[in-house]
């Protein structure tokens, strides 16, 4: 499981001493070769975590060689000094590992705008690399989470080969992009081109639609790197299917982890005009609080859908809206539908169904509730 | 105060019945002349109410002769019957009041997607008529009311003329346009034209820049009378202001009385390019549900100000970013600025201060903290 389910990689996961509780907060992935091939996304908040800079410049090359990623610390909206912090995290990996410090990535989440315990962080990549293992995968998964409550892995197996990963983020869960940490290994050997096409295909209708509470990321990143050590190259197709599943698997993990929710939202949109305007309609349902609340409250209240469908440009009459919640169709050419007592709603997803009546065009959205516990866990985090 | 403070107006408001509960749920506005000039801004909302949808045309003419507002009822996404119900509102009002169909405004809040009770509405209309009274705003303002726990009311004196108005609006509130009910009555002497260019003046920089929680009604309507009974006719400009005034007055009582709020955020963005960009930054900012959590915990999040910031397409670097809360600059230059515990966040009021750093433009946008009592209010409010 995790990124050591693909032959060719070893990681750790470790105490560091970042988090002031004492648990896993750095995770160290090495590609052992024979290939060091690698693509990334990164999020498209326009305010970017240090490491997030960094990284973009190390995808650039194509080749990633080992990936450190700590949680306890987004090291965002740091100033000149968070960027001198993961440039010499980067150097401190690079000594240890006898690698090149351009091959390596680095990825942060946790508080932003707050400094990185630098004395904790250095030591502890001394003591992830001494621990690195073809077992440690899980390990590195915990070393990533915050507030999760459970881990997150995927392997999809191949026709000799393998894709797999982790992934942690259970707040700041938004689109633009991914949104979360990701780091996805492959052993199939495939060169960068060709995991930068799958990697974008696959984010584009996973990690990119999941909008669990509108608000985006200033560190997301997701990372593929391919060692090759399989020896298999796989057609292109059923290598960007196996990414895909991965990358869905681990997107509906995120989704059903997300801070304070008590319900998995799916929000299909069908018949529209364009997946674009299918995709601005789901996003549009996804983010309106009064829906969440009302989903919450087992409340099949499609007035909140169609109002939330008013507000976008996609193409549409109101008078031709039809939406089903959990299968029942409440709503009916914009007006009363089904009786919305027929919803069964007491299961953790909910399922919502809006028909443009205007294409053929579908998009799917996931969404979580909105909650008090969303409001508590996130009223204290700072503080 | 309220609808009636102008000459030449008189108002009721009673029970009908349409309210479960008993509580006053029908009010009535009439302009008594000698004119009946009228100006109207609607809902931006592409699902519009049956109310909404007929009123746009009643203003289309530029005289409304009353206006009659129902709480216990949206009657939106009601179909034609929901259109027809609203026809039949108005004709009955007609035959009432000896007036024309033509120049009667409706206007309708509550549950989304559920007829109203006509059977109980239009006898309401003759019960109302019967108590019309020059004293009649207060009663008025009581009637509209839905989750507001108190009626809004404002009024502003001219020289020999004056601006008065009532609003109700509590959940729901966000932009586009008005997302509320609110009617503002004067007794100067100006014509439709002259109404209508001050009350999208008033609006645009009002009601337009209210936003509670990010969802945008499907019945906002904001209506201005003239009834002409002062004689007088104001300039222009300080026509506008007054209304401009009542305006301001009634959105900051709607902020003050939002649905679970515990604290009323005043965004203030600064030194943007354009004035577009400024209410895109505003914007963002107030529908970032961390940060709105965060300001609920009393915590001066400012790294969420960041993210918000950075998810817009506004001009700005993200290295000269300044943000003060509370008059503390605790981010400058987008990295770590004064110390966040000089910052006293225990009032209701917080002033956030966005610093864009690009130009010379301002924009002011209200919102409202995100707390454990919106969610239990909207988990509920259908059921």
């Given at each position: 499981?995790?990124?050591?389910?693909?032959q060719?990689f070893?990681?750790?996961?470790?105490?560091?001493?970042?988090?002031e509780n004492?648990?896993?907060?750095?995770?160290?992935?090495v590609?052992?070769?024979?290939r060091?091939?690698?693509a990334?996304?990164?999020t498209a908040?326009r305010?970017?975590?240090?490491?997030?800079?960094?990284?973009?410049?190390?995808v650039?090359g194509g080749?990633?060689?080992?990936v450190?990623?700590?949680?306890g610390g987004?090291?965002?909206?740091?100033?000149?000094e968070g960027?001198?912090d993961?440039?010499?995290t980067a150097?401190?990996?690079?000594?240890?590992?006898?690698h090149?410090?351009?091959?390596?990535a680095?990825?942060?989440?946790g508080?932003?705008g707050v400094?990185?315990?630098?004395?904790?962080?250095?030591p502890g990549?001394e003591k992830?690399?001494?621990?690195l293992?073809?077992?440690?995968?899980?390990?590195a998964?915990?070393a990533?989470?915050t507030?999760?409550?459970?881990?997150?892995?995927?392997?999809v197996?191949?026709?000799?080969?393998?894709?797999?990963g982790?992934a942690k983020?259970?707040?700041?869960?938004?689109?633009?992009l991914?949104?979360?940490?990701?780091?996805?290994?492959?052993?199939?050997d495939?060169?960068?081109?060709?995991l930068d096409s799958?990697?974008?295909?696959?984010?584009r209708?996973t990690f990119?639609?999941?909008?669990s509470?509108?608000c985006m990321?200033?560190?997301?990143?997701v990372?593929l790197?391919?060692?090759?050590a399989?020896?298999?190259t796989p057609g292109?197709e059923?290598?960007?299917e196996a990414?895909?599943?991965v990358?869905?698997?681990?997107?509906?993990?995120l989704?059903?982890?997300?801070?304070?929710?008590?319900?998995?939202?799916?929000?299909?949109v069908?018949?529209?005009?364009?997946?674009?305007?299918?995709v601005?309609?789901?996003r549009?349902?996804?983010?309106?609080n009064l829906?969440k609340c009302?989903?919450?409250?087992?409340?099949?209240n499609w007035?909140?859908v169609?109002?939330a469908?008013?507000t976008t440009?996609a193409?549409?009459?109101?008078d031709r809206?039809?939406?089903?919640?959990n299968g029942v169709w409440?709503?009916r050419n914009g007006?009363?539908?089904?009786?919305?007592d027929l919803?069964d709603?007491r299961y953790?997803?909910?399922?919502?169904?809006?028909?443009l009546?205007e294409?053929?065009e579908?998009?799917?959205?996931w969404a979580?509730?909105l909650t008090?516990?969303y409001?508590?866990?996130n009223s204290?985090?700072?503080?």
């Amino acid at each position: 499981m995790s990124v050591t389910a693909a032959q060719g990689f070893t990681a750790a996961g470790i105490a560091a001493g970042i988090k002031e509780n004492g648990n896993p907060d750095l995770a160290l992935v090495v590609n052992q070769g024979p290939r060091l091939a690698a693509a990334g996304v990164f999020t498209a908040n326009r305010v970017k975590a240090a490491p997030v800079l960094w990284s973009q410049q190390v995808v650039k090359g194509g080749q990633i060689s080992a990936v450190v990623l700590n949680s306890g610390g987004a090291n965002a909206c740091t100033g000149p000094e968070g960027f001198q912090d993961t440039h010499a995290t980067a150097e401190k990996a690079a000594e240890v590992l006898g690698h090149s410090a351009g091959e390596i990535a680095i990825a942060s989440t946790g508080l932003i705008g707050v400094r990185l315990p630098m004395d904790k962080l250095l030591p502890g990549i001394e003591k992830a690399a001494a621990g690195l293992s073809a077992h440690g995968g899980e390990k590195a998964a915990i070393a990533i989470k915050t507030t999760d409550t459970v881990h997150k892995t995927a392997v999809v197996q191949g026709d000799g080969w393998t894709v797999g990963g982790m992934a942690k983020g259970a707040g700041m869960l938004a689109p633009g992009l991914a949104t979360m940490l990701v780091v996805l290994t492959t052993d199939a050997d495939i060169d960068a081109a060709g995991l930068d096409s799958a990697l974008r295909a696959a984010t584009r209708t996973t990690f990119d639609r999941v909008d669990s509470d509108g608000c985006m990321s200033t560190n997301d990143t997701v990372l593929l790197l391919a060692s090759g050590a399989s020896g298999i190259t796989p057609g292109q197709e059923a290598f960007a299917e196996a990414v895909r599943e991965v990358c869905d698997d681990l997107a509906r993990q995120l989704i059903g982890d997300a801070e304070g929710a008590s319900k998995d939202i799916r929000i299909e949109v069908i018949n529209a005009a364009s997946e674009d305007d299918a995709v601005e309609v789901g996003r549009s349902i996804a983010r309106n609080n009064l829906l969440k609340c009302a989903l919450h409250g087992e409340d099949p209240n499609w007035g909140r859908v169609l109002s939330a469908i008013g507000t976008t440009s996609a193409a549409f009459d109101p008078d031709r809206l039809n939406v089903a919640i959990n299968g029942v169709w409440v709503c009916r050419n914009g007006s009363v539908g089904d009786d919305r007592d027929l919803v069964d709603m007491r299961y953790r997803e909910v399922r919502i169904t809006a028909d443009l009546a205007e294409g053929s065009e579908t998009a799917v959205i996931w969404a979580n509730d909105l909650t008090a516990d969303y409001v508590h866990e996130n009223s204290a985090y700072s503080s």
